[in-house]
């Protein structure tokens, strides 16, 4: 069965990090792009960050550039988000979901994980 799962999500507050992680059973991640998501409550399910499968390229959304970092751990079958500077806004539930190519497109992604709570607040 093939399962991705994340962890790592909690309640800091702005100006601190953490860092996500999606973690794959029944299948290698290597072979995969893999996509953060995030939505936040009355939002819609936004892209974050993608690794592409073939050559690691990372992708990021404007409003995380510079702040946010995706990288895999092969060894591991993981990967990573790791959040720095976080703001109010970047609070939401994050996802990862792996496809055969990276995509801002919700509906390109075949595999999702169950969705981590990241809250940001003093």
């Not at 029944?26 to 399910?45: D, M, N, S, V």
């Not at 690691?56 to 702040?67: I, L």
């Not at 591991?76 to 959040?83: A, D, E, G, R, S």
Request: glycine share 12%; hydrophobic share 30%; aromatic share 12%.
């Amino acid at each position: 069965q093939l399962q991705l799962v994340e962890s790592g999500g909690g309640l800091v507050q702005p100006g601190g990090s953490l860092r996500l992680s999606c973690a794959a059973s029944g299948f290698t991640l290597h072979y995969y792009a893999i996509g953060w998501f995030r939505q936040a409550p009355g939002k819609e399910r936004e892209g974050v960050s993608c690794i592409s499968s073939s050559d690691d390229r990372t992708y990021y959304a404007d409003s995380v550039k510079g702040r946010f970092t995706i990288s895999r751990d092969n060894a591991k079958n993981t990967v990573y988000l790791q959040m720095n500077s976080l703001k109010p806004e970047d609070t939401a539930v994050y996802y990862c979901a792996a496809d055969s190519m990276c995509s801002w497109g919700v509906d390109e992604y075949g595999y999702w994980g169950q969705g981590t709570q990241v809250t940001v607040s003093s």
